[in-house]
């Protein structure tokens, strides 16, 4: 009875989670509709769906690094030279796109594999180290492409294509890896030694389990997502831009908070952070159509982020206490 306790504690706590978010995001979609007449429409919620790929997909994967009490700064700067190595390499070389997509996947991959490896082997912060790799990987987008875009046309742009009444194959396989990111993260071996880590890595050290591989995973796993979110980029634009993903790592990281995973670690979900992606997604949209300027929606998405890292405080330190 006593274990049973917790357990549906947590349930509850979960489905709290779910019910707060999704209040949220319906309250936002209400007050946008009563401020623009061409909000509550289907053009403008397929617009919203088509928008948001790249940045669920490496969401999915910051969720992994902040639930390690990781961060990763690169993320933006990884899609940028995967998206430029594959347009190159269908232009410049003459690889086949599936050839292509490969290498952006790769890259991104030992882009990640770089940023965990030195964190774990030299016990650097990956505050720090990630830093660094946003300013090395972002030069090399801009030595592949010779700091110029490249237009490759319809080449990649089946990802980017409509399917099932104009949402494109870029959201269905970005909703396909948020439900698969769920089950790894609850329902896997791996998936609780990753909980286990943010929550006392010392106690998981002490039961047998080397951290270190399961960080450099993770942190290999995030390059590839950010790889395939170059990909997704590449695909909608028909275009690698050097400079594209510039800042986006901060709103990889807002959605993320705003979904509730700890930026402590030990704490979060993937299906939450995907509903922090849809609030930040319908924000900046209703925003948009409300005419708000550029100053004024940073300003409010800005405050946004602190309110979301204050929530999550006050909710920790409640369950610290109970």
Do not use: H
């Not at 909000?39 to 390690?68: H, K, Q, R, S, Y």
């Not at 993260?185 to 270190?212: H, K, Y």
């Not at 995030?222 to 170059?230: D, E, N, Y």
């Not at 028909?238 to 670690?265: F, H, K, W, Y």
Request: glycine letters at 12%; proline letters at 3%.
């Amino acid at each position: 009875m006593s274990a049973a306790l917790p357990a549906r504690n947590g349930i509850n706590a979960q489905l709290g989670t779910y019910l707060g978010l999704g209040v949220v995001l319906v309250g936002m979609i209400a007050l946008f509709s009563s401020l623009s007449q061409y909000f509550f429409t289907t053009d403008t919620f397929v617009a919203i769906v088509n928008e948001i790929p790249a940045l669920a997909v490496m969401a999915v994967g910051m969720t992994f690094v902040l639930m390690i009490a990781g961060i990763d700064l690169s993320v933006g700067s990884v899609l940028a030279l995967s998206a430029a190595l594959s347009a190159m390499a269908i232009l410049q070389w003459g690889w086949s796109t599936p050839a292509a997509a490969l290498v952006g996947l790769a890259s991104g991959t030992l882009c990640g594999l770089l940023l965990g490896s030195v964190s774990v082997a030299w016990r650097l912060p990956s505050f720090i180290v990630s830093l660094g790799m946003l300013e090395v990987v972002r030069g090399g987008a801009y030595l592949v492409t010779g700091s110029r875009t490249q237009y490759v046309g319809d080449r990649i742009a089946g990802l980017a294509a409509p399917w099932i009444g104009g949402v494109s194959v870029s959201f269905v396989l970005a909703v396909v890896l948020v439900i698969v990111g769920q089950l790894v993260l609850t329902r896997t071996v791996f998936g609780r030694s990753v909980v286990g880590i943010g929550t006392n890595e010392e106690a998981m050290r002490l039961a047998g389990v080397d951290p270190r591989p399961v960080r450099i995973i993770v942190f290999a796993l995030t390059g590839l997502l950010a790889g395939l979110a170059g990909l997704m980029q590449a695909a909608r634009l028909e275009a690698a831009d050097p400079n594209a993903g510039q800042g986006m790592e901060l709103r990889v990281i807002a959605a993320v908070v705003i979904g509730g995973t700890s930026l402590m670690g030990g704490r979060g979900s993937v299906i939450n952070t995907f509903i922090g992606v849809l609030i930040i997604a319908v924000l900046e949209a209703g925003l948009a159509q409300v005419g708000a300027s550029e100053p004024s929606k940073r300003i409010i998405t800005g405050c946004v982020i602190v309110v979301a890292v204050i929530v999550d405080t006050l909710r920790q330190r409640r369950a610290d206490r109970g």
